[in-house]
């Protein structure tokens, strides 16, 4: 019998097998905690993170209001982030997690700030 933890490795590294960043087109990578959620723009070709923005962020944290909401508001911040660098398209990586809750939030907030995937 396999953990939780074990389970979403097994799923991450089925997703990683068909996903990789470039310098282009980085992947969006997503980690949740319980009470967190933190994203990174990833260049696998050089194993460089290009941007990074999370719930732990300074103006986000001041933030009230749900962990959702919280989510899609990082994922707005990196969008900003990555359209400063000139950044348009990436790869998202759910990193095992299902498209639902804080990750889809995470995914409509960087889609409405401008990345496209």
């Given amino acids: 019998m396999s953990t939780k933890v074990s389970r979403r490795q097994k799923i991450r ?3 990683r097998k068909k996903i990789s960043g470039t310098a282009k087109t980085p992947r969006l ?7 967190d959620i933190y994203v990174q723009l990833i260049d ?3 194993g460089t993170t290009l941007a990074s923005a ?3 962020d300074k103006d986000i944290q ?3 209001g749900t962990k959702s909401e919280k ?6 911040a990196l969008a900003q982030k990555a359209i ?3 950044l348009t398209s990436c790869v998202f990586d759910r990193s095992g997690y299902l498209y639902h809750g804080r990750i889809k939030a995470v995914a409509e907030g960087a889609r409405e ?5």
Avoid: E
């Fill in 62 to 64: 001041a933030q009230k």
């Fill in 54 to 56: 999370s719930s732990r």
């Fill in 44 to 46: 696998d070709t050089n």
């Fill in 13 to 15: 590294y089925r997703i």
């Fill in 113 to 117: 700030g401008g990345l496209q995937f």
């Fill in 29 to 35: 990578s997503v980690f949740r905690s319980n009470s």
């Fill in 71 to 76: 989510s899609k508001l990082v994922g707005a």
């Fill in 84 to 86: 400063a660098l000139g």
